[in-house]
């Protein structure tokens, strides 16, 4: 057989071998691209999901430690003003009662829900005046009787003071209308109103109430109560109009 016979033969033979692989090859060259709408091939060795407890409570989301705090609730509103030294249709702070009151003021009295009065203070004890609620201490008394010390000590304690020095048997008609004014001043309550023993406190407190329109009998028997002694009764009388005793 000669050479160019056997080249033919050698290439007839080849040609569906380069088919075959030329088929095989064809579809991997020109695959078509993955449909993205196809749904995903389930792994069937794959464990099956548990199903979500429908009574758990709901996760709550994690904190983002980059957001900005969240604002604090609003305070609670204050309570109420009183409308007067009587009035207790509020949550206001008020005076301790006698019971309450350590023995810290001479011949302390709750005189209404915002009032205290008594005598000389323990001038160590601010601090216990400040933490029963007491906002404000009015001194009837003089300088020479200590009022100028007592001021800051009350202040230290984060109290406010005033002093309205009574020198006389009863105060004048001004200190009484002076007086007057702070008392029925609500901002200011409660207050604790004093002097040596309570008996100017008592004597003030009758003239006082008369000025805020309860008759006079009535007022007196009132500055009794709160601590006026006939030393004193005499002058409140006389402003009054009674007769003496």
């Known amino acids: 057989m000669s050479m160019k016979s056997?080249?033919?033969?050698?290439?007839?033979?080849?040609?569906?071998?380069?088919?075959?692989?030329?088929s095989a090859a064809g579809p991997a060259a020109h695959?078509?691209?993955?449909?993205?709408?196809?749904?995903?091939?389930?792994?069937?060795?794959?464990?099956?999901?548990?199903?979500s407890n429908p009574c758990a409570?709901?996760?709550?989301?994690?904190?983002?430690p980059c957001a900005p705090a969240a604002a604090k609730p609003a305070a609670a509103t204050e309570a109420a003003l009183p409308k007067d030294p009587y009035d207790t249709t509020t949550k206001f702070t008020q005076a301790p009662?006698?019971?309450?009151?350590?023995?810290?003021?001479?011949?302390?009295?709750?005189?209404?829900?915002?009032?205290?009065t008594?005598?000389?203070?323990?001038?160590a004890s601010m601090g216990v005046l400040a933490a029963l609620g007491f906002k404000t201490v009015l001194n009837l008394n003089t300088a020479e009787e200590g009022a100028t010390a007592e001021?800051?000590?009350v202040e230290q304690a984060g109290m406010a003071y005033i002093n309205?020095?009574?020198?006389?048997?009863?105060?004048t008609p001004e200190q009484v209308a002076e007086i007057s004014a702070i008392l029925n001043d609500a901002t200011?309550?409660?207050?604790?109103?004093?002097?040596?023993?309570?008996?100017?406190?008592?004597?003030?407190?009758?003239?006082?109430?008369?000025?805020?329109?309860?008759?006079?009998?009535?007022a007196v028997q009132e500055g009794r109560t709160v601590g006026m002694k006939t030393s004193r009764e005499k002058a409140v009388r006389e402003q009054l109009g009674l007769p003496p005793l």
């Not at 008594?118 to 001038?123: F, S, T, Y």
């Not at 109103?193 to 309860?214: D, F, I, K, P, Q």
């Open 57 to 64: 409570p709901a996760m709550k989301p994690m904190a983002n």
């Open 151 to 153: 001021g800051p000590l």
């Open 118 to 123: 008594g005598g000389v203070i323990d001038q």
């Open 6 to 22: 056997r080249k033919s033969l050698l290439s007839a033979a080849l040609v569906p071998v380069t088919a075959v692989m030329v």
């Open 188 to 218: 200011k309550y409660p207050i604790l109103m004093h002097c040596e023993s309570s008996n100017r406190v008592g004597a003030t407190w009758a003239l006082y109430r008369a000025a805020s329109g309860v008759p006079a009998q009535i």
């Open 31 to 51: 695959a078509q691209p993955k449909n993205p709408c196809a749904p995903a091939l389930v792994n069937p060795c794959a464990p099956a999901a548990r199903p």
């Open 97 to 116: 009662y006698g019971d309450k009151m350590p023995g810290i003021v001479k011949n302390y009295l709750r005189a209404t829900p915002y009032i205290g």
């Open 164 to 171: 309205v020095a009574v020198p006389t048997s009863a105060p």
